[in-house]
């Protein structure tokens, strides 16, 4: 394989507001090459990409493209150097066929129109060089997500591209799906095209790189060719062994023994397989985190406890009792939920904290009946008590502006988070579920937050984390299980644990160089 | 705290400028109690309607059915009081017979809406067809008069302390329908589906039945206003009503309510449907000639949701300004 660099970034760094996001970042790739990049949840990979292809500008740094030093200052810039960026939300548009999404905004022209049958032809044309499962006049319309990634591909390799980008490629693929990808993948390198290849998923990486970068806070943390991508040494290279020593990256688990089983899940089964048979318990008192990679089913999982999504089969108990999941009959049993997207779907922008806080809990404030034979609509809600509410909501969780009044949709995330959490804990819970509880909030709040669960805990309320911090992971639970491809895989109960192993475990790596070292 | 939330006096700021000005303009004409009352009793019909529709509104819906559902329940009471041949009964039976037909027209938008996931949009559009045609068959296409019973001709022309009945009508509405909407948990979740649908469901609110509700009340307040509409013009044809579609969204916006829903109050409301009144009659009095009317209510509605809309931009603006911060 040819050596020959096609793009080199040196020397980057980028920080917002005076926070340095890259320091002395160096990331280079070779024509025909799978390079992979990787790193945690805000390592810096996006926004190096983002600076190579033009969205964010670099405060200083030097990009090279094939030897000759550019400037990239948009998207339009890096496409006409031959970068492709294919993006996770997808931009092909439905209702077109492959070809004229292929071709949009460039199509062949005979005179004044467009000449359909050279598109089509130039479409199959590629499609036949890289070997697609795609028809040119198929309607995108028709197509599964898997495919509609390949017309993104092709649309790149159509203006020539020589680099393309994939951002977690294979998140919304179904294994076939992932497996075609990973052919065409391979296909497009043995044609000289190189790609950036962005992922979680650890095995993917090893079967697909031919060479790996790991930032980690910022900085290049390696750059390892073929041989040297070992699956445990990448896990370490990426938490970073200083932070192995801190307090943040290993635990001592401790169950109290004979609590009593609050939760009680039986073989509960997705519809659309997403998860199967899951059997678990949570006792009182109990902190049980939910660990595993995005995409694993943890969400999945917690959503149908909650009643959310119906599962297909499987039973829930709650202190014994049979549940017939559904929001409303969980909230009335004592369950509360605090959903994974906080914006779209934890609280009401446009109302205020105390109307969002009491939004589950009419059933509690003072309400008069006015004309009964009309139900809610004459069941007049006392506003001083409401009031009340919010302000003792406000109180108990320290919510900023403490303002009953204010918009929630104005507030910042930590605050707008405890508004979501601040409506459970005006009732008396059995249970709460929590799905990603401090993405994007900054330290001071997540700890406050980590202080409001281990109090309910104290109080003898069942929690349940879904978190796929790993800090957060080990920081707040008393239990861990781990979950991957729609299964428990494995329970981390009453031992040392560190961020590895329960990286391993949900990547599906074999532990024995963890367990030999444990 | 410096900086005083002028957008909150905005709107009784517009109309007393409005009335201002026109007092100045012509004092004696505008400021008398015939014309006050004029004024009311003309936007009477849609400050009924909008009572209704604002809840769908609020949801993020839209009604476009308004316009010939209220001409078909004009024409439902007319047709009922003749059946049972102009007497007293035939008017308690045609207006349970309105409103109940106002009710059915608005369990079957929200039936189709909440059960098949059909746009509101789509399903009001192609329903306002069906009343019109409805409207037509019953009525053979022709105007039908109706003068008795007298209490059917009191309803929208008697008047109380100097008043229109109407006026009175509109005011009860807004009342029951602000106290819904502010007071009661019902209202409560009307706000809550409108801002944000799945955080609702999430918070345990049945969205369906909200949604149906919402569209049920519309039906009703539509029927309502067919029954005066028709009692004040002592007649009912398929095309009773025609335009009131819009007049209804118009005072909606007007009046602050956001057609995204999550946002509005019947106070708006009601101010919006009382500006379009000011203005006609502004208007009128001004002798502007009415081929410039159309003109001038379009210009000032710009201004009015642009207004809204600017301080909405503004506290966007701020708000993403806000989130980039924490982002960096």
């Known amino acids: ?518 | 705290m410096k900086n005083i939330n002028w957008g909150k006096y905005s709107k009784p700021m517009i109309l007393i400028a409005l009335v201002v000005a026109l007092t100045v303009l012509r004092g004696t004409t505008f400021l008398s109690v015939g014309n006050i009352a004029n004024v009311l009793w003309s936007v009477s019909v849609i400050g009924i309607m909008v009572c209704g529709t604002i809840f769908v509104f609020l949801l993020g819906g839209i009604d476009l059915s308004i316009a010939t559902l209220c001409g078909f329940c004009a024409v439902t009471v007319v047709e009922v009081i003749h059946f049972f041949h102009d007497t007293g009964l035939g008017l308690f039976v045609g207006i349970l017979a309105a409103i109940a037909v106002g009710a059915l027209a608005g369990l079957f938008h929200g039936f189709i809406i909440t059960r098949f996931g059909v746009p509101a949009f789509l399903v009001t559009f192609a329903s306002q067809s069906i009343f019109m045609g409805l409207s037509m068959v019953v009525t053979n296409n022709k105007i039908v008069s109706c003068t008795a019973p007298a209490a059917f001709t009191a309803i929208g022309s008697v008047k109380l302390l100097g008043f229109p009945l109407p006026i009175y009508f509109m005011i009860l509405m807004a009342l029951l329908s602000w106290f819904v909407l502010r007071k009661t948990v019902f209202g409560r979740y009307v706000y809550s589906v409108g801002g944000n649908a799945t955080a609702s469901e999430i918070s345990g609110i049945n969205v369906k039945r909200v949604t149906v509700i919402c569209y049920v009340l519309s039906g009703v307040t539509t029927a309502i206003g067919g029954i005066i509409l028709a009692s004040m013009t002592q007649q009912a044809a398929a095309a009773t009503g025609s335009g009131y579609t819009n007049d209804v969204i118009t005072a909606g916006v007007i009046g602050g309510v956001s057609l995204l829903g999550g946002e509005g109050t019947v106070p708006g409301a009601i101010f919006g449907a009382v500006l379009m009144g000011l203005l006609n009659n502004g208007l009128n009095l001004l002798s502007v000639p009415s081929t410039q009317t159309g003109l001038v209510k379009g210009l000032v509605i710009i201004v009015a949701v642009a207004f809204d809309a600017m301080q909405h931009a503004d506290q966007s603006r701020k708000k993403v300004r806000k989130v980039v911060k924490k982002a960096a």
């Open chain 1, 1 to 518: 394989m040819s050596a020959e660099t096609i793009l080199e970034a040196k020397g980057i760094y980028k920080s917002f507001s005076g926070v340095p996001v890259l320091q002395d970042v160096r990331f280079e790739v070779r024509r025909g090459e799978v390079h992979a990049l990787m790193g945690e949840n805000g390592a810096g990979k996006s926004t190096l990409i983002k600076i190579i292809t033009g969205v964010y500008s670099k405060d200083d740094g030097q990009i090279f493209w094939e030897g000759q030093p550019v400037e990239i200052n948009s998207y339009q810039d890096c496409q006409k150097l031959g970068v492709a960026c294919i993006y996770q939300e997808l931009s092909v548009i439905p209702p077109l066929t492959v070809a004229q999404n292929v071709y949009l905004g460039r199509e062949p022209r005979r005179g004044k129109f467009i000449d359909f049958k050279k598109m089509n032809e130039m479409t199959q044309a590629l499609i036949d060089k890289y070997d697609f499962p795609l028809k040119p006049e198929t309607v995108v319309d028709h197509l599964g997500i898997g495919q509609r990634q390949l017309i993104e591909i092709l649309k790149g390799l159509s203006q020539n591209s020589k680099l393309l980008i994939m951002d977690e490629p294979t998140a919304s693929l179904s294994g076939k799906e992932a497996e075609s990808l990973f052919r065409i993948i391979n296909t497009l390198r043995s044609e000289g095209v190189s790609i950036i290849y962005i992922s979680h998923r650890l095995e993917e990486v090893y079967m697909l790189s031919d060479r790996l970068t790991i930032l980690r806070d910022g900085k290049n943390a390696a750059i390892l060719e073929k041989k040297d991508i070992i699956p445990a040494k990448v896990i370490e290279t990426m938490i970073g062994k200083v932070v192995d020593e801190s307090a943040g990256s290993k635990k001592q688990l401790h169950s109290e023994p004979g609590a009593e089983v609050r939760l009680d899940v039986r073989g509960l089964t997705d519809k659309s397989d997403r998860f199967r048979n899951i059997s678990f318990q949570v006792h009182r008192g109990e902190i049980l985190g939910l660990g595993g990679l995005i995409g694993a089913g943890r969400t999945e999982v917690v959503r149908a406890i909650y009643g959310v999504d119906k599962a297909a089969s499987g039973e829930v108990y709650l202190d014994g009792k049979k549940l017939d999941p559904s929001p409303k009959n969980s909230i009335m049993e004592g369950i509360g939920f605090v959903p994974e997207d906080r914006r779209g779907q934890g609280f009401i922008p446009l109302l205020s904290t105390t109307k969002n806080v009491a939004l589950t809990n009419y059933d509690i404030v003072k309400t008069n009946k006015v004309f009964a034979p009309a139900g809610d609509l004459a069941t007049a809600i006392s506003d001083a008590d409401e009031l009340a509410m919010g302000k003792r909501a406000i109180e108990s969780i320290d919510i900023r502006p403490a303002d009953p009044e204010k918009q929630v949709g104005l507030m910042s995330g930590g605050n707008a988070q405890k508004v979501v959490l601040g409506k459970w804990l005006m009732r008396d819970l059995k249970l709460l579920i929590v799905d990603e509880p401090t993405a994007g909030i900054d330290v001071g709040a997540k700890d406050e937050i980590y202080q409001i669960l281990e109090s309910l805990a104290r109080q003898g309320v069942a929690v349940i984390v879904v978190t796929s911090d790993l800090q957060e992971l080990l920081r707040v639970s008393h239990r861990i299980l781990v979950m991957r491809k729609g299964d428990i895989v494995r329970e981390f109960k009453d031992e040392v644990v560190t961020q590895s192993r329960i990286l391993s475990a949900g990547q599906g790596v074999a532990e024995e160089a963890e367990e030999a070292k444990a």
